[in-house]
């Protein structure tokens, strides 16, 4: 197939179509309204269902409902939005759902603005709201890379039982890029028996919960959730390694902003600087030992984290980095994005300092 | 050759389609292609702009800071992206609606009367096509054959009689480059 020119929603929302998504359930928010839209038009068309829920606390919890049904089901969202949206998110965590949850960041904190940014980091991979546990989140630098990775996140929530958030940020979803819709290989699924889809000749019911009043029994369960994100850890780690080869200077950036740091990559070049690049594609399984081995390299003075937020993935790079290489950052917020010229300003400024 | 090219002016202008025509034509030329819109709260009179990147190698940043090319429809867009346009760059201003020179000398200045020569070919909507005509002439960032292509793909059927507009405004743009 040959490639055509797709804008990030739309290409996010035929890519779950691709994967077999036949539930969407959804409220508007800027930027990432063409996904619903797009939803809206092409469900219908392959005998799927698509709802505009009242809110977004609807929309989460009919996600809810339809992943228990054992269907392939997704939502999306743009921070706020995503905010409403934890407390359905920690319930589908904890009762062990499958599920694709889109958040197309914008400028925060509360109403913020709706231009494009990274700040929602803590939220995505920290879990976002109460309890223990994680979602798997994936990053994609390009809208090509995007739709490889909706497609894919539909078999890592099926395969482990747990959501997964695609995040992104305005620029991905507002984009235009030329895209191809290769087939993604699909995983070896586990039939879904847990789905609660009448009792089909057997004797005990399927029920869905995520509540566990006995404090020893909640405990288990939550032991078995993390035996399940230990195995997340181990097989699901994607990142990145750009230029790191004598490297004084290691940058970690994702997304969108990555691209921007591999502009400022060339110019140091051209200004006799080596510098790399680790990008997380996963932010939760993190890289960490990616970033260990960069600390250990002799050439590296110093790592730079780069990203549209007040400094959130910094924490993550400095627990990999272990103390071992100082590490900097360097951000815009609110909106606005960091130019190349700025970033080989301060990497400049780092290296100056630590030589 | 990379070219980043900062595209700017009123909503309603065709800023955006132009920018996509030009990526979809780059596209089909086989070249990386990246079309990055200003968006929000823009309406019809509102300011718009979008960057696109047109280039053999793999496109980094999708944003432009420093451009190869400007192509400014009305005053607030000169006003703002005169001083991004890279030094020997070029700056193609909308001299129907912008009653201001170009304040540097490091960088090429063309001034197209887009939309009196849209006029003159019946419908103001067609000024962002004279732009475009005058901008692959300056640029080479595509032929007139592959927009044309493309625009033949998108007005087919009831609409395809719009096509000899579109191919006259792109040529008329071009003539306007010496």
Redesign the interface.
Known sequence: MAKELWKGNEAIAEAAIKAGCRFFFGYPITPQNEIPEYMSLRLPQVGGCFLQAESEVAAINMVYGAAGAGARVMTSSSSPGISLKQEGITYIAGAELPCVIVNIVRGGPGLGGIQPAQSDYFQATKGGGHGDYHLVVLAPDSIQEAVNLVQEAFDIADQYRNPVMILGDGMIGQMMEPVEFTEVKRRQLPEKTWATTGLRGRKEHNIINSLFIDPAACEQHNLKIFEKYAQIEKNEIKVEEYNLEGAEIVFAAYGTVARIVKNAIKALEKDGIKAGLIRPITLWPFPKANFLKAAEMPSVKAFLSVEMSMGQMVEDVELSVKGKKPVYFYGRTGGMVPTPKAIVEEAKKILGGAK | MTHQIIMAGFGGQGVMSMG?IL??AG?KEGK??????S???EMRGGTANCSVIISDEP?????V??ATTAIVMNRPSLDKFEKDVLPGGHLLINSSLIDRKATRDDINVYYIPANEIADELGTGKIANMVMLGAFIKVTNAAKEDTIMEYIAEVFSGKNADIIPLNKEALKRGADCIK
């Open positions: 996509k990526a979809e596209l990386n292609v990246s079309w990055l819109p968006y929000g709260p496109i980094g940043a999708p944003t800071t420093e």
